[in-house]
């Protein structure tokens, strides 16, 4: 019988001193923190200077968002009419996936060369590279996080769980507690470079998530998802979280993060996108 094995994650001898830009932003709105990674995204495809890459951003968002994958049916995964009246934004990811409820959470975004080590790898061995990085903030709270196994599988958004939220099943290689699921990710690559982002939750509202996408309130998502408050018994703090991430990424991908800002370029390419594409309803709803 063949064994399952994880596949190697060594890494190659000239990432042990790599250089990446860190990237901590204030809570903002839905469209800007879309318009921004993609941005991001397109500053690393040209090769632009002075952007460093891997460039690992943590962001916030000011006020409850529904986001959708690229390829999902807006009219199957989101009740525009509870949300505008909940003040809940809905935006369209460049990423593909299931819905997810950004609300008391701290979201990563990776972007990067898939050339250029640590990340010159297939899609499934980044997912379990940063979920393993993701991991060790997680351990060094006190929770014992653990990987998906092969069962669970990525599914597209025509899949028959389309109208359920990302948060109501893991896929291979995203973290879960006691079966759990913890982390909600997602992935785009172009060309040579990649941008992967998720949700990391500090809290969770099972009810308002199951009312933003218009799902029945009897969908068991309490049994299927928990937070670091719901473990913990206690309030973490997103400086408390994404300290411990910083330590984390740093070890696990043997990169030196250097706190850094957008560049001008980058900084007006977000504008354009989040005026153009991401506050318009012919980008969000165009399913």
């Not at 068991?220 to 997103?238: A, D, F, G, H, Q």
């Not at 300290?243 to 900084?267: C, I, N």
């Amino acid at each position: 019988m063949e064994e399952n094995r994880e596949p190697e994650l060594a890494i190659s001898a000239e990432a042990l001193f790599s250089v990446g830009r860190l990237l901590v932003n204030e809570p903002t709105g839905g469209f800007l923190n879309m318009a921004i990674d993609e941005s991001l995204l397109i500053s690393c495809q040209r090769g632009e200077e002075p952007a460093l890459f891997p460039t690992i951003r943590f962001y916030q968002w000011c006020t409850p968002t529904l986001s959708l994958g690229y390829a999902q049916r807006s009219s199957q995964a989101v009740d525009r009419h509870y949300c505008r009246g909940a003040g809940i934004k809905v935006v369209r990811r460049l990423t593909g996936g299931r819905a997810v409820l950004h609300h008391r959470e701290v979201t990563y975004s990776v972007v990067a060369c898939t050339d250029i080590p640590p990340f010159c790898r297939a899609i499934s061995e980044t997912y379990l590279l940063l979920s393993r990085a993701i991991m060790g903030a997680y351990t060094s709270l006190g929770i014992a996080a653990e990987l998906a196994g092969k069962g669970e599988g990525h599914r597209s958004a025509s899949s028959p769980m389309t109208r359920s939220p990302c948060f109501y099943s893991p896929s291979r290689h995203e973290l879960v507690y006691q079966g759990k699921k913890l982390v909600g990710s997602a992935q785009k690559r172009q060309r040579n470079s990649f941008l992967q982002h998720g949700s990391i939750l500090l809290d969770f509202d099972p009810r308002l998530l199951l009312l933003a996408t218009g799902q029945q309130p009897g969908m068991k998502l309490p049994e299927r998802v928990t937070s670091i408050k719901e473990i913990l018994r206690r309030r973490v703090s997103p400086d408390e979280l994404i300290e411990k991430l910083v330590a984390s990424f740093q070890k696990t991908l043997r990169l030196k993060l250097l706190p850094g800002e957008l560049t001008d370029r980058e900084r007006d390419v977000a504008q354009k996108l989040c005026e153009e594409k991401y506050s318009q309803d012919a980008w969000n709803y165009l399913r």
